[in-house]
Structure formats: C-alpha cells, structure tokens
C-alpha cells in the first residue's frame, strides 16, 4: 500500500533562512506521481509541483526548488531565503498507476517570523 | 483562484441530519475528486468520478454518497451525521485522471453539532 511521510511536524525560521521539508514515500509501482501542496492560513490547498517516477531531474521555480531521489524514495523541497507569506503547512502526496487518487503525507507547517 | 468552486463555503448542522456539498470543476475537466480533512485523519481521499462515472473510491463512509451530473458538477451527500464527520470538505478537478495535477476548491467547512 502507499504511504506518505513528513516526519517534520512544525518548522520555525527566521525571515530569510533557508527551510527543507522532507517526504519519504512507499509504493509497490514503478509508475508514479509526486506531488507538494501548499495550504496557507486561508485554508486553501495550492498546487506547487508534480514530478513523475521516471524523472529524477532536480526542478527550481523561483525560491523553490526540488530534490527527487528515488534511491532513498524521497521528494524533499526546499524554500530558500524565506518570508512570512511562505508560512503554510505544506504537503507531499503520491498517486499510483491504475488511478489518481492522492494520498497525503501527514503536512509539515513551517512559519517564518519576520 | 483554482476555478474549482464549492458550495456552501459553511454548513452546520446537527448530527442525524443530512447535508450536500456542491462542487464545479474547471472548464474542461472531466475528473472531480473528493477528500476529507480532519485533525486526527488528515487529508483522505473519499472519492473520483470521471465523465459522470466512479472511477476509485476511498475510505468513504457508507453513509456518504457522492455522483457527478452531466454538466459535470458534482455533489457530495453525507446522512446520519456523526459529531466525527466535522471536518473541511475539498473538492478537486483534473482534466483526465493519473498523473494530472488536482486542482482543489475552497473547500466546505462542515460543523455537526
């Protein structure tokens, strides 16, 4: 069965800091999707990334960027030089092949004090 | 904004009774997805339907039901509420199915009291 983990419950920084939030993944399939969700304060899930199983290639969009290592089965992201606005609870979800059904790591909410 | 809506943004409600959860897709999308989140389960996946037809289902109650219209909205009905099922409702549109991004609405906050 599918399983996602964030073991990072709560992460605090100061303004500017760099924060890394990890996801650790199982899955039987070869073929899948993974996924980083934002939820800010407001309540809704915002669509940050998805990267399927066969590309391992590192991605940066702005202050984010992401790690995808399918030899540690792990999809870490990064925020570098942090600010208020990027305090959420971010999630890391995983969708096997024969569906899309996400399944949702527990969420790890970082905030960032200015 | 998603382009996903829902409504109503709000409902509480006492338990035993019953409630429906709008949600319209994005223009386009033929795939509407159902999840559930709560403080001790987190964010589940309830339910997909695609073009009108259930495609996966999840841990979802057998108290709930859910379909999808023609139009493509679809309406999640949830019956015999428990204290238990307050929790905030997502509804998420793709335009096919696996390894499409999900984009999610607002959401319904849901309070049985």
């Known amino acids: 069965a599918q399983k996602v983990t964030q073991a990072q419950t709560e992460i605090s920084v100061v303004e500017k800091e760099d924060v890394t939030l990890d996801c650790v993944y199982e899955?039987?399939?070869?073929?899948?999707?993974l996924f980083w969700y934002k939820q800010p304060p407001s309540g809704e899930l915002v669509f940050l990334i998805r990267?399927?199983?066969?590309?391992?290639q590192n991605e940066i969009s702005g202050r984010y960027s992401w790690n995808f290592q399918k030899s540690t089965s792990s999809f870490n992201f990064t925020i570098t030089a942090s600010q208020v606005v990027d305090s959420a609870v971010y999630f890391c979800?995983?969708?096997?092949?024969?569906?899309?059904?996400?399944?949702f790591g527990g969420g790890t909410r970082v905030l960032v004090k200015p | 904004d998603s382009g996903v809506t829902q409504t109503p943004k709000h409902l509480i409600t006492a338990t035993g009774q019953r409630v429906t959860l709008r949600c319209s897709p994005r223009?386009?999308?033929?795939?509407v997805y159902w999840y559930q989140q709560s403080l001790d389960q987190g964010l589940q996946f309830l339910i997909q339907?695609?073009?009108?037809?259930?495609?996966a289902k999840g841990n979802i109650l057998e108290r709930f039901s859910a379909q999808q219209f023609p139009d493509l909205h679809s309406e999640l009905n949830l019956s015999s509420l428990e204290l238990g099922d307050s929790a905030l409702y997502f509804c998420?549109?793709?335009?096919?199915?696996?390894?499409?991004?999900?984009?999610f609405g607002p959401g319904t906050r849901l309070t049985v009291t």
């Open positions: 899955t039987r399939d070869t073929t899948y999707y």
């Open positions: 339907y695609y073009n009108g037809e259930e495609r």
């Open positions: 998420a549109s793709s335009p096919q199915g696996f390894g499409d991004e999900q984009y």
């Open positions: 223009s386009g999308d033929l795939s």
């Open positions: 990267r399927n199983s066969f590309d391992e």
């Open positions: 979800a995983l969708s096997e092949a024969g569906g899309n059904k996400l399944t």
